[in-house]
């Protein structure tokens, strides 16, 4: 499976972004999805998981109230729509496959990722 992460840019403080993730083949349904990001200088984040056919959707508390992520199993695409953002959302961003129909909030319960998008913030 391959996952395409795209969307990214530069964006001022306060404004949105919507991230795509479109998967290789029809597999992605069956399994839970997921956002990370990684800043520089900084360890992987959590950002974003939402299980099989959308049973369910969990948030890192940065994020929160913020980013809202959704997919669409007929088009194999996985979604995150930013808004309200922060410089400290700057990082690259990367979509992930679960190993089941979970939404893991940790790393290891994912087994394929994307190559990752950049998402600049500017005050």
């Known amino acids: 499976v391959q996952l395409q992460a795209s969307g990214g840019g530069l964006v001022q403080a306060g404004g949105s972004l919507r991230l795509s993730c479109a998967a290789s083949?029809?597999?992605?349904?069956?399994?839970?999805m997921g956002w990370f990001r990684r800043a520089p200088g900084k360890d992987r984040e959590f950002v974003a998981a939402?299980?099989?056919?959308?049973?369910?959707?969990y948030y890192g508390e940065s994020v929160k109230g913020r980013f809202t992520i959704s997919r669409d199993n007929a088009k194999d695409t996985l979604y995150l729509q930013m808004n309200s953002l922060k410089r400290e959302d700057t990082a690259i961003y990367y979509c992930?496959?679960?190993?089941?129909?979970?939404?893991?909030?940790?790393?290891?319960?994912?087994?394929?990722w994307g190559q990752g998008t950049q998402v600049t913030v500017s005050s």
């Open positions: 083949r029809r597999t992605s349904s069956n399994n839970g």
């Open positions: 992930a496959l679960a190993r089941s129909s979970a939404a893991p909030r940790n790393a290891e319960g994912y087994q394929y």
């Open positions: 939402i299980a099989y056919r959308g049973g369910g959707t």
